[in-house]
């Protein structure tokens, strides 16, 4: 049995992961939204699938991917979007909107309660209020908003996201669309003449004209509104709303097929013609494909991208690797470290596929935000860890790959709440020749810092609390560390020097002390302390476990807390709710290095008897360095 555990891990994982490549089958009498969720729209300067848009949008909108109705019913994204877009008066009923604030629960008469979601109905008498509210609190920058001010912001930008919505393929108080274009587009040949007629100065039909006027009101108004643009216009990026569109038909004589498409997809959807809707969402589909080819096939892998959320399952799989590593420990030592390495190798394999994806769908190198920083740094920090698992074989890699990877694909799930993390670059970013330098050599550098101190973490962990700590795993700990922080030192020092060449190129300057480069450099200037320290005899294996934890610290200050000042180049990617979270991480890092400074006798692993041979066992044990010095 313990022969063939590890491999029965591997299979029942490797399984479980790729049965998320095969989507459920819809039957014959349910609307296909797997369909319509395939079909490229542009949204933010970027061509995506309405999956993405469904998802990304009730993520900001609702803080989750799924919706829970009052019912007990539990819809995702895509149906949400499909109601949103074709049953606006449903939708408006659905708790979609978030509102945790007793200040803006004040605003509108509504006492603190457990609940924490309201529906657009029951927000709508107060829509005025809210937008005035929001507007102030736009004016301000964001590190200077309250709490209450953030809140009515983010509500309001909520609203107007779903305003915008409902307002993007047709008008919120549309029925019969598709009877509504055909009026349309007989209106208008009439209304032609009409127009022509008087531009000569003969006797025209002023009621044909009007008509059409009302139309064209009509859909600026819904142009205007609209967050999709929907209807390809040429190559590439040339798109249009569907009010935009049905404006253009006045000159053309013609109604787009996309157009037509939506109009009677929508009104099959409304009244629940489910044949009639996936006819037309084939439809749909087949024209993008044969006309919009490039499209159409990246949506398609977005799609599937989406499907399979290599990230999370990534996460789920370095949790298991952690807890297999960490029990190996305990007994039954090589059959779990091997299950845990194996299931480390699929999860890496995942984590690539997912970041391969990313990179691929936005043709950029790995790192073009902080969302994605995240994904490269636990990518990194988990192959030096395996590296280290694969020349020690003492479990110790493998549980800091775990460690590492889950918490950085945390952070990367926690940063997606903005929406879209394929968005346009910022423009300080958009260089390929320097993200791929520069960026990536910098974010290594944090990844090698991040498992120097997970390394020693573990080291002051099991040395205090357990009676683990053995000679032989502090000696390797503390061997891995010291490497892990040269290879740190290196990363960090050549994507610093990169980053002032690029800055001298873009800007003008080398250096300009701007708190991303100071975080930068506080890295190094940690590093080079650190290896002086210990070359120069001030530390040994103690001293550097707990510089190396700080060293934590000096990290997620230069990665996150720099970006919190908002000022500077570098102050893109602002949180102010993740600013309560850095916090407890430094104080977390601090409250342990105060741990590893505590004597020797305090430590579990240290601790026996005053006899004389517990005495020399004791000393024995102690590996070279951690003798305090008062002892000569």
Known sequence: ?????????????????????????????????????????????????????????????????????PNGEQIGAMQWLADVLFKPALADEYPVFVIQNSEVLGLFGWEQSDRKYFSFTELSPFLKQIDEQGEQADKLESVQRSAYQSAILNLRNALILCQRLKNSLRPEDAHDFSKELETYATAIPPAAQAAGQRGKGETFDKAKLDSVAAFIQRYENLSSMAYLLAVPSGEGLQWQAVGESLLQAVQTGELHPVVKAYAQLGDA?????????????????DW??????????????????NRVDPFTHSMVLYVLAFLLACGSWLGWNRPLNRAAFYL?????????????????????????????????????????????????????????AGAIGFITLVIAHHLAGSGDTLEMLQAVLDTNIWLA?????ITT????????????????????????????????????TYGVVCFATLFSFVGTVLGGIWADQSWGRFWGWDPKENGAVLIVLWCAIILHARWGGFIRQRGLMIMA????????????????LGVGLHSYGFMQKAFPWLVGFIVSQLALMAVGAM??????????STNGSRQNDKMNFVPPGLVERTSE
């Open 1 to 69: 049995m313990k022969r063939f555990f590890p491999w029965l891990v591997l299979i029942f994982a490797a399984a479980w992961v790729m049965a998320s490549w095969f989507p459920p089958k819809s039957t014959d009498n349910a609307i296909d939204l797997i369909t319509l969720g395939k079909v490229p729209v542009l949204v933010g300067g970027r061509v995506k699938p309405l999956d993405t848009v469904a998802r990304n949008s009730l993520l900001i909108i609702h803080g989750k991917e799924t919706l829970q109705l």
């Open 269 to 285: 959807y409304h009244v629940g013609d489910q044949r009639t809707f996936n006819q037309q969402a084939t439809r749909l589909r």
């Open 288 to 305: 993008f494909a044969k006309e919009q080819a490039v499209a159409t096939k990246r949506t398609s892998f977005e799609f599937l991208f």
């Open 344 to 400: 480390l190798l699929l999860s890496l394999a995942v984590h690539t596929f997912g970041m391969a994806s990313r990179m691929y769908l936005q043709e950029r190198p790995p790192v073009t935000n902080l969302y994605s920083s995240a994904i490269f740094i636990g990518w990194g920090a988990v192959i030096v860890a395996l590296i280290l698992e694969r020349i020690f074989r003492d479990g110790i890699g493998a549980a800091c």
């Open 437 to 441: 330098t520069h960026v990536v050599a």
């Open 445 to 480: 550098g944090y990844s090698a810092m991040f498992l120097a101190g997970m390394l020693a973490m573990i080291y002051v962990i099991r040395g205090v609390f357990t009676r683990s700590l053995k000679k032989e795993t502090a000696d390797s700990l503390s061997r891995m």
């Open 549 to 564: 934890i700080f060293g934590n610290i000096v990290t997620s200050f230069s990665w996150f807390g720099v970006n919190m």
């Open 599 to 608: 004597p020797l006798e305090r430590w579990r692993s240290f601790r026996g």
